[in-house]
C-alpha cells in the first residue's frame, strides 16, 4: 500500500524544463553543440554537471575545456537559469498538480520532493508550495545523481517508509529509471516513459483514482 509520493520537480511540478532548456540552448550555442530536441530530452533530470558533459560530449567538444572552465560554464549556465526562475510565480505550477497535492494531503500522504535541482527549494517558494512537503532531499549529498536510484531511496527513507510503500512521480527516463532501481510504484507524465508503471501523457490527468485505476 503506498503512503508517501516523491515528487521530481522541474517538469512535473514546475515549469521550468523550458527554462533549463533555454540557458543549456544558450550555452550550447556558446561552445559549438548543435542544439536539437533529443538532446534537450537527455538533459532532463540529469545534474548540472552531467548535462554539461553530456552538451560538450554532443559536439565532441568534451577535452576542449579543463575541469576549472567546466565549473565556469556550468556556473554561467546556472546564473541564466537563476535570472529565469526568479520571475516564477504560483500560475507557472503546472496544470492540475496543485489539486493533486491538495488531494494527496488532505488523504493524509507523505509528500517529499526528489529534484536533482539545487534550486529546488528557490523555486518552491516562488511557486509558494514550501510547505507542501514534510522533506527536500539534498542533492548536494548525494553520491550518484539521476537515474542512479540513490535519490528515491533517500526520499524513502526521508518519510521513514520501505520502498515498497513510495510512489514516485517522473517526467524524465533518468528519473523513471531512477524510482524503479529503488522498487518503488513509478508514475511517468509525458511521452517516451515506457518503463513507468503508471502513465500519464498530461500533469492534469494525474489524481488519485487516475492512479488506482491503473494498478
Ligand atoms: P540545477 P528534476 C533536474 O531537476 C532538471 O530536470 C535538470 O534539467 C537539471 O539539470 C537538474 O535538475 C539540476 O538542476 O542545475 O538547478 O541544480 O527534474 O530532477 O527536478
Ligand atoms: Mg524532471
Known sequence: EIKGFAFDMDGVIADTARFHGQAWHQLADKVGTTWTPELADALKGVSRM?????????????????????????????????????????ADILPGMKAFLDELKAAGYHLVLASASKNAPKVLKYLQLTDYFEGIVDPAKLSKGKPDPEIYVEAAKTMNLPVNEVAGVEDAQAGIQAINGAGELSIGIGSGLKDADVKFNETSEVSLDAIKAQL
Open 50 to 90: 552531467d548535462s554539461l558533459e553530456l552538451i560538450l560530449k554532443a559536439g565532441g567538444h568534451e577535452n576542449d575545456y579543463s575541469q576549472d572552465e567546466k565549473v565556469a560554464l556550468a556556473t554561467e549556465k546556472n546564473d541564466n537559469y537563476v535570472k529565469l526562475v526568479e520571475t516564477l510565480t504560483p
